[in-house]
């Protein structure tokens, strides 16, 4: 089990499905293929069916206050506008529309962030991504939906402001900070204060101690699992020594995931969670507890 035993409540369904799994898929922005777009609840409910075990999904806030499901700066390509979203009200952003999905009888809507979420209350697992500048509101806006154990918080491990917020916040949210080395790893998972039950590892290169399977196992010793991103950025920067998704089509899915089971890796955030999950399947991997 994973996480501080005074957060056991709180880590419940996360621990719950990684012993079920062994292996959790987590959903980059949901599965957008076909009608349905990116940080959706139609999404949302493919990457389900697709076999994904959590959910990523984006944060930003309206000029207004107002909280939608969407990663600020793809405004272009998603809506055919310049602005970005932050700039725009409630009312300006709730008549956009996505570009490729629109159409007649059915619009594709930004959604609004609270009832997308609220929509899946129960037993999905969601991992909220570029929020925490947001979370001296946030948080109490979180609050009130009242699923603290199926919202996965996240944020750079070197972001003392961001840690400090999450740290005086009474409601004690599952905590997976980004770390991109064994010190920002050190400066989380010590402090009683919040609830880290994972870690996001970060590393350009494999010439890294995220690479090493004892610096893995150690960590879960410690008590914090582990996630790493294999989503190909369109800046070329790899989020994890070059294994991702297009390594993935191109050579095979073992060649990108493979080693990513043999290190002991815990969860992998993808766009393609169905072919992850038929890969981790064919392993049949046994339960973790």
Not at 126 to 148: E, G, H, K, Y
Request: charged residues 25%; negative net charge; contains cysteine.
């Amino acid at each position: 089990m994973f996480g501080r035993a005074e957060f056991e409540q709180a880590n419940a369904l996360l621990n719950r499905k990684l012993g079920e799994r062994g292996m959790l898929v987590v959903s980059h922005r949901g599965a957008a293929v076909g009608s349905a777009a990116q940080n959706t609840a139609l999404a949302v409910r493919g990457a389900l069916l697709s076999g994904a075990d959590m959910v990523e999904i984006d944060a930003c806030a309206a000029a207004d206050g107002v909280y939608f499901a969407f990663h600020d700066g793809t405004e272009p390509e998603q809506l055919g506008i310049e602005e970005n979203l932050q700039t725009l009200t409630s009312e300006q952003i709730d008549k956009l529309r996505y570009l490729r999905v629109d159409r007649p009888g059915r619009p594709a809507t930004v959604e609004r962030l609270l009832p997308l979420l609220e929509e899946f209350k129960g037993d999905v697992l969601f991992n909220i991504d570029r929020s925490w500048w947001r979370w001296p509101i946030l948080l109490n806006l979180l609050d009130t939906l009242a699923m603290p154990a199926q919202l996965v918080l996240k944020c750079p491990a070197w972001d003392e402001s961001a840690l400090t917020q999450l740290e005086r916040h009474p409601v004690k949210y599952p905590f997976v900070p980004i770390c991109a080395s064994p010190e920002d790893a050190d400066r989380v998972i010590d402090s009683p204060d919040l609830n880290t039950v994972g870690l996001e590892l970060l590393t350009e290169t494999p010439l890294h101690p995220w690479f090493q399977r004892d610096v893995i196992e150690g960590l879960h010793e410690r008590g914090v699992f582990t996630m790493v991103s294999t989503v190909t950025l369109n800046t070329g920067i790899p989020l994890f020594g070059g294994l991702d998704d297009e390594l993935a089509l191109l050579e095979g899915l073992d060649a990108a995931f493979g080693p990513l089971v043999t290190r002991g890796i815990d969860a992998i955030q993808t766009d393609w969670p169905w072919l992850l999950r038929s890969y981790l399947d064919s392993l049949q991997p046994e339960p973790r507890f």
